[in-house]
């Protein structure tokens, strides 16, 4: 996987890689989830609020399902969570297996809190999720420098890449992906078919975002005279493009997003555009690949076609930056643990801001 990360994810900061240990576990990655909306308190649907450690979701689903003996397609839910962390998040079951929820125990999962709703939870009903990790082995000179990167961070926000957990343990879940749009592969699983090209829309993405942070680091680093050519963007384009205030250069022609929610829409003047983005009133966004989709234009979508397939799939449009909230840091020099916390909004990982992070 390491070998995967360094050919698809640029670093955008610039940095040496910080040494530290960063080992996901129940104890050193706790995850929580925010809801999109409060519960109303009532109707015919029973949100659980649970804690679970060293299971997948699915697995905790599961376990939900076979205890309770409600059927799993009833579970209604916002997000999945990862295995190696602690995790709290939500569940919708029906009303009716309310008693059979109070005598519900497992070990690895912990009831929290329970309430009522109208409706049942879906993907996507969340606002973000909350983090808490622990670095390990850090030294004092290094805790310094992480600070020094997290204010960078919290200034400028990070590329929403896709974590690594989305191309599977082996990380060729986009290969799988790939061969079955193309006709190659047949997955008769549904769930683990429309899993394996989900990772090859986000490993085209994570692709497509590297290439645009390379531009953005060569248009920051160099004179406008001096890589106009090489990067077959008229002069003086390219100057208004250096004078942006943020790291992450806009091109003409890109799609923007109103954040953290709104409509999308095509950049038509780059230095009021720019501006909102520093201000983080709007960012940039990428293509999942794929039908009844809106594509960039002009001088983006000259770099967005190179990773762009015409695929009998139902695309969309994501965040390629996002803006980290309610960093905390604390260095705990007995033990050369670094803490920290934060928060991202839904469908961005944490691990791609360790990676930033720690490079």
């Not at 890689?17 to 109707?43: A, H, Q, R």
């Not at 992480?146 to 990070?158: A, M, P, R």
């Not at 599977?168 to 008769?188: F, P, S």
């Not at 990772?199 to 085209?204: E, K, V």
Request: with cysteine; proline share 3%.
């Amino acid at each position: 996987m390491e070998n995967f990360n360094k050919k698809c994810n640029q670093f955008y900061l610039s940095h040496s890689k910080i040494d530290v240990l960063f080992k996901p576990t129940k104890d050193d990655f706790v995850v929580s989830e925010e809801p999109l909306y409060d519960f109303s308190g009532e109707g015919d649907h029973l949100v659980v609020k649970f804690r679970k450690k060293d299971l997948t979701s699915w697995d905790a689903f599961a376990i939900f399902s076979n205890t309770l003996g409600c059927n799993q397609r009833d579970i209604g839910y916002a997000g999945l969570k990862d295995k190696n962390a602690m995790t709290i998040q939500y569940i919708t079951i029906p009303k009716s297996y309310e008693t059979k929820l109070k005598t519900f125990e497992h070990k690895n999962i912990k009831i929290l809190d329970t309430t009522y709703h109208n409706n049942k939870l879906k993907i996507g009903h969340l606002k973000g999720n909350r983090f808490f990790i622990r670095l390990k082995m850090v030294n004092t000179i290094d805790s310094r420098k992480l600070e020094q990167v997290i204010k960078t961070i919290c200034d400028f926000g990070i590329p929403n890449y896709f974590g690594v957990q989305r191309f599977g343990i082996d990380g060729n879940n986009h290969k799988r992906g790939q061969a079955i749009l193309e006709g190659k592969l047949k997955e008769r699983k549904k769930s683990l078919k429309q899993m394996y090209i989900n990772s090859y829309q986000s490993y085209l993405f994570n692709l497509w975002l590297s290439k645009r942070v390379e531009i953005s680091k060569l248009i920051d680093s160099f004179e406008a005279n001096d890589i106009y050519d090489r990067l077959n963007i008229p002069l003086d384009i390219l100057k208004s493009i250096k004078k942006q205030p943020h790291l992450f250069k806009l091109l003409p022609g890109d799609i923007m997003n109103h954040y953290p929610f709104g409509k999308i829409f095509t950049v038509e003047d780059l230095n009021i555009e720019s501006n909102r983005f520093f201000e983080r009133d709007i960012v940039p966004t990428g293509l999942l690949i794929g039908e009844k989709v809106k594509n960039s234009i002009g001088l983006a979508y000259e770099y967005e076609k190179k990773f762009t397939k015409n695929v009998s799939i139902n695309g969309t449009r994501r965040f390629a930056w996002v803006f980290p909230s309610n960093m905390k840091s604390e260095y705990k020099d007995d033990k050369k643990h670094f803490e920290l916390e934060f928060f991202l909004p839904k469908g961005s990982y944490a691990t791609a801001l360790i990676s930033e992070l720690i490079h």
